[in-house]
């Protein structure tokens, strides 16, 4: 489902979106709103994710404990 929205935007910020268009990166404004929003969408699960890395490095624990017996065998490969 989409929704309509007014938005006001500053000249500059219309430029910006009409480059977008411009250069090929978007179809139309609204593609290139829409395609910014998706930005901020992964640029927010990606902050998200790092606070837990974050997180789990403070706390001293693995960030992927099941594969922690795979990467000590690789970091130390035993020699013919």
Known sequence: MTTQIAVRLEDAELAALDAEVAAGRAQNRSDAVRRTIARLQREQ??????????ELA???????????????????PELD
Do not use: F, K, Q
Request: glycine share 4%; aromatic share 6%.
């Open 58 to 76: 403070r706390r001293g624990e693995p960030l992927y404990p099941d594969l922690e017996p795979l990467l000590r065998s690789a970091a130390h």
């Open 45 to 54: 699960r990606y902050a998200a994710e790092e606070s837990v890395m974050l």
